[in-house]
């Protein structure tokens, strides 16, 4: 430590350099705090998805809706625990460009754990959906989008047209439901048997079916075992995991893992030769006075161990600052990506990366230093 006030003047001999490289390093590490953050969010919600439940939907996209009397067969699949099923309702509220879509389901105590870290819903909201043929359960969304409170009565127009030819579904607000994905201001929750019921078309048939099976291990066997089920029906199905095609939805996007390594090692390659060749710069402009610490004394070990101790402080100290901006980032960005987090490992890497980016950055320097010439030095040579 009692070489901290010469360690501390050397760094501010030039303070708009010493605060570009602080800036420089700052956001280098931001970005790689933000990156990590972003990979252990998606890792974290990959892991939360329930590996237990399947999807079950149409073999091809665009076919006709699955039939509701398949619901029967499925539970008589070796494997499965409970199933239910899903339908849904595109509508408009006022104006064409107000969208809402009505997610039709049966209101069994399935849907209070089926996916609670997406859909929420308290039994006494559920019980009240039960209730009331035409009940709508709302998001704060999109309640707060369009003014509507428990107790409203609304109506969408549909292009799914009612028995009696009409295009407007009138809903009563009978309850609150959370749902943490996109599009949550433009969501409601409905029975599936006012919808069915009032249809003109498809009645009878659903969306898709949740099938959860009571060992998550064999839950990839239990889909393939219900697609065989209907492999020669005019509606086959396709059964996935949510955890499946949570995976299968982030492959589809790229190797995360893959352009975060590639970004993160460009943007410190950058930093590194930046860097260095600012402290390159200070090492010639302060020739003389390094000379002069070794006239007086200071072997080459401890003028290396000056400069790189510099570099150190500005580079930790930076780097902190950066993953402390991330951290600040993740809240506001947690709605739309949920599980965004700082572990304690991504800081620890962080801090040590800043560590050895510091010293590759400073070694050619540091070495040049270490090793001058008094005489040369102090001649101007």
């Not at 699949?77 to 509220?93: R, S």
């Not at 994905?181 to 929750?189: D, H, L, Q």
């Not at 991504?346 to 010439?373: E, F, T």
Request: charged share 20%; with cysteine; aromatic share 8%.
């Amino acid at each position: 430590m009692r070489y901290f006030p010469l360690i501390w003047s050397a760094l501010w001999r030039r303070p708009g350099r010493t605060m570009l490289v602080l800036l420089q390093v700052a956001v280098a590490f931001a970005l790689f705090g933000l990156l990590q953050g972003m990979k252990t969010g998606v890792d974290e919600a990959i892991e939360k998805v329930r590996a237990d439940v399947l999807f079950v939907g149409q073999s091809v996209q665009g076919e006709a809706p699955l039939p509701f009397a398949y619901m029967d067969r499925i539970r008589q699949v070796p494997g499965v625990q409970a199933v239910t099923f899903a339908d849904g309702l595109l509508g408009t509220y006022r104006k064409p460009s107000d969208v809402v879509f009505m997610l039709a389901i049966e209101p069994s105590a399935m849907w209070l754990t089926l996916v609670p870290d997406i859909f929420k819903v308290l039994p006494q909201d559920l019980e009240a959906l039960r209730r009331t043929r035409t009940g709508a359960l709302i998001t704060a969304d999109v309640g707060k989008k369009y003014g509507w409170h428990v107790g409203d009565r609304i109506a969408l127009t549909s292009s799914t047209l009612q028995r009696n030819g009409s295009g407007t579904w009138p809903f009563d607000i009978v309850g609150m439901v959370t749902d943490h994905e996109f599009g949550e201001a433009g969501f409601i929750v409905g029975n599936y048997s006012y919808l069915d019921e009032a249809r003109a078309l498809n009645k009878g048939t659903v969306r898709n079916f949740y099938v959860v099976v009571s060992d998550p291990r064999r839950a990839e066997a239990v889909g393939e075992a219900i697609d065989r089920t209907f492999a020669n029906s005019a509606s086959g199905t396709q059964s996935g995991s949510f955890r499946e095609n949570a995976q299968q939805e982030m492959q589809s996007i790229g190797d995360l893992d893959f352009a975060i390594r590639w970004i993160v090692s460009a943007v410190l390659v950058a930093l590194v030769f930046s860097t260095a060749t600012m402290t390159m710069q200070t090492i010639r402009e302060r020739t003389p006075e390094l000379a002069v610490l070794k006239t007086v004394g200071f072997g080459d070990g401890t003028v290396f161990v000056l400069v790189a101790a510099e570099s150190l402080l500005v580079y930790v100290a930076a780097a902190l600052a950066g993953l402390a901006l991330a951290c600040v980032a993740f809240p506001l960005a947690d709605k739309y990506v949920p599980g965004l987090s700082m572990p304690v490992e991504v800081v620890a890497i962080g801090v040590l990366g800043a560590v050895l980016v510091a010293l590759v950055s400073v070694s050619v320097p540091g070495l040049r230093a270490a090793h001058l010439n008094v005489v040369d030095a102090l001649a101007g040579r």
